[in-house]
């Protein structure tokens, strides 16, 4: 029972914590920020499941309409690392197939005040595209303090 | 002494890896026959060429703008793409393995197939003198 406890306190206290940060995980082969980061956010491996960074690393030659191929001895390094790291649960349900993070029901939750103004604006392009309201996206910070949307959008606390 | 060598070729395939926009346009262009001169015009064309392959990426423009010494934006993700060409981004065509890895994943999606090495070094002509 106390051990329940425990988890479920540890739960609640680091559930908020883990969405403001998710910095990329210290043991990313060097590779990973470099191929998984030049053509977008090089994601946090916590948002998909280990199945689905199977599916996504197992067709690189077809990589959400582009070609992300990469040679082997890069690429096993780094599906590695992603299923080693990879989420669970609530977290990653709902990505599809292909599994795409932005899809998950949590993703979903977590951005359901964002006008539709802003997905179609601009400089945002695509979901996938963080730092366009996270600016400190890059260094695993999604604090709803550094939120800046495009066009001026405020994001309301709850 | 087992790590001497090891770190010693490390340090060696570092040392190598670092080239000019130049060398590798050259290295490109040794794989030609006698007389070969990487043209910056031929490359120009090409790099402007729409190519129709990829919906979202029909040229390289589509990514890189027209201007490639201004930033660019990729064109599904939307994230920021630092400029092409040297004279903007030092960090251009200084890296053979980089350099032949985006050819050979770009040239698939944009072009539809491998590019030659004759492409290859109009291509980084063409990047060195844009202004």
Same mark, same amino acid.
């Given at each position: 029972?106390?051990?329940? #406890?425990? #988890?479920?306190?540890?739960? #609640?206290?680091?559930?908020?914590?883990?969405?403001?940060?998710?910095?990329?995980?210290?043991?990313?082969?060097?590779?990973?920020?470099?191929?998984?980061?030049?053509?977008?956010?090089? =994601?946090?491996?916590? $948002?998909?499941?280990?199945?689905?960074?199977?599916?996504?690393?197992?067709? $690189?030659?077809?990589?959400?309409?582009?070609?992300?191929? $990469?040679?082997?001895?890069?690429?096993?390094?780094?599906?590695? =690392? $992603?299923?080693?790291?990879?989420?669970?649960?609530?977290?990653?349900?709902?990505? %599809?197939?292909?599994?795409? #993070?932005? =899809?998950?029901?949590?993703?979903?939750?977590?951005?359901?005040?964002?006008?539709?103004?802003?997905?179609?604006?601009?400089?945002?392009?695509?979901?996938?595209?963080?730092?366009?309201?996270?600016?400190?996206?890059?260094?695993?910070? =999604?604090?709803?303090?550094?939120?800046?949307?495009? %066009?001026?959008?405020?994001?309301?606390?709850? | 002494?087992?790590? @001497?060598? +090891?770190?010693?070729?490390?340090?060696?395939? *570092?040392?190598?890896?670092? &080239?000019? +926009?130049?060398?590798?346009?050259? /290295?490109?262009?040794?794989?030609?026959?006698? *007389?070969?001169?990487?043209?910056?015009?031929? *490359? /120009? &064309?090409?790099?402007?060429?729409?190519?129709?392959?990829?919906?979202?990426?029909?040229?390289?423009?589509?990514?890189?703008?027209?201007? +490639?010494?201004?930033? *660019?934006?990729?064109?599904?993700? /939307?994230?920021?793409?630092?400029?092409?060409? +040297? @004279?903007?981004?030092?960090?251009?065509?200084?890296?053979?393995?980089?350099?032949?890895?985006?050819?050979?994943?770009?040239?698939?999606?944009?072009?539809?197939? &491998?590019?030659?090495?004759? &492409?290859?070094?109009?291509? @980084?002509?063409?990047?060195?003198?844009?202004?």
């Amino acid at each position: 029972m106390q051990r329940t #406890l425990a #988890l479920v306190a540890m739960g #609640l206290i680091s559930f908020p914590a883990l969405a403001d940060r998710m910095p990329i995980p210290a043991d990313a082969p060097p590779a990973f920020k470099a191929e998984c980061g030049s053509c977008h956010l090089a =994601f946090p491996p916590a $948002l998909l499941s280990a199945d689905d960074w199977r599916r996504v690393m197992g067709g $690189l030659d077809k990589h959400y309409g582009d070609n992300a191929t $990469l040679d082997e001895k890069t690429r096993r390094p780094i599906e590695d =690392f $992603l299923i080693r790291n990879a989420g669970s649960g609530r977290r990653t349900m709902g990505a %599809g197939v292909p599994p795409r #993070l932005t =899809f998950t029901d949590w993703f979903r939750h977590k951005h359901d005040e964002v006008p539709a103004a802003v997905w179609k604006d601009k400089q945002v392009g695509s979901a996938a595209n963080c730092a366009a309201c996270h600016p400190r996206a890059e260094a695993g910070s =999604f604090s709803e303090r550094e939120i800046r949307m495009p %066009g001026g959008y405020r994001h309301e606390h709850d | 002494m087992k790590h @001497v060598i +090891p770190l010693a070729l490390l340090a060696t395939c *570092g040392f190598a890896a670092a &080239e000019t +926009p130049r060398q590798i346009a050259d /290295g490109y262009a040794a794989t030609q026959a006698a *007389g070969f001169q990487p043209s910056a015009q031929r *490359g /120009g &064309e090409f790099y402007s060429r729409k190519f129709g392959v990829s919906e979202k990426m029909p040229a390289c423009a589509a990514c890189h703008t027209e201007q +490639p010494a201004q930033s *660019g934006r990729h064109a599904i993700t /939307g994230k920021d793409i630092k400029p092409l060409a +040297p @004279v903007a981004n030092a960090d251009r065509f200084t890296d053979p393995a980089k350099v032949e890895k985006w050819f050979t994943r770009n040239c698939k999606e944009v072009v539809g197939r &491998e590019c030659s090495t004759a &492409e290859k070094a109009d291509f @980084v002509a063409f990047l060195m003198e844009k202004r």
